[in-house]
Nanobody, 116 residues
Framework: QVQLVESGGGLVQTGGSLRLSCVASRSIFSFDTMGWYRQAPGKQREWVAIITSGARIAYADSVKGRFTISRDNAKNTVYLSNNSLKPEDTGVYYC??????????WGQGTQVTVSS
């Protein structure tokens, strides 16, 4: 069973920055995609960013230009650098790994709170 462990969340002021990390229990080369999702209180989980095994990247419009997804294959880690944070970025951020058509894995989440 694959484990994904997120870290790096916290409380920041508007305009601040955080870097989230997601460490996988096996080589991230084995996943077709890895991504970040978030869930705000009372709302559905939404997609934030994705990076493929071929290093193709995409972002939700709400974070484009402010967030950066990256990967370190040697450390089996995917990062999400969050800059220019806004109160509406508040939520639990989840790491996701997929083998398309086969398995989907989720981490336990890390809380990000942006104060106004």
């Amino acid at each position: 069973q694959v484990q994904l462990v997120e870290s790096g969340g916290g409380l920041v002021q508007t305009g601040g920055s955080l870097r989230l990390s997601c460490v996988a229990s096996r080589s991230i080369f084995s996943f077709d995609t890895m991504g970040w999702y978030r869930q705000a209180p009372g709302k559905q989980r939404e997609w934030v960013a994705i990076i493929t095994s071929g290093a193709r990247i995409a972002y939700a419009d709400s974070v484009k230009g402010r967030f950066t997804i990256s990967r370190d294959n040697a450390k089996n880690t995917v990062y999400l650098s969050n800059n220019s944070l806004k109160p509406e970025d508040t939520g639990v951020y989840y790491c996701n790994a997929e083998q398309i058509g086969r398995d989907v894995y989720w981490g336990q989440g890390t809380q990000v709170t942006v104060s106004s």
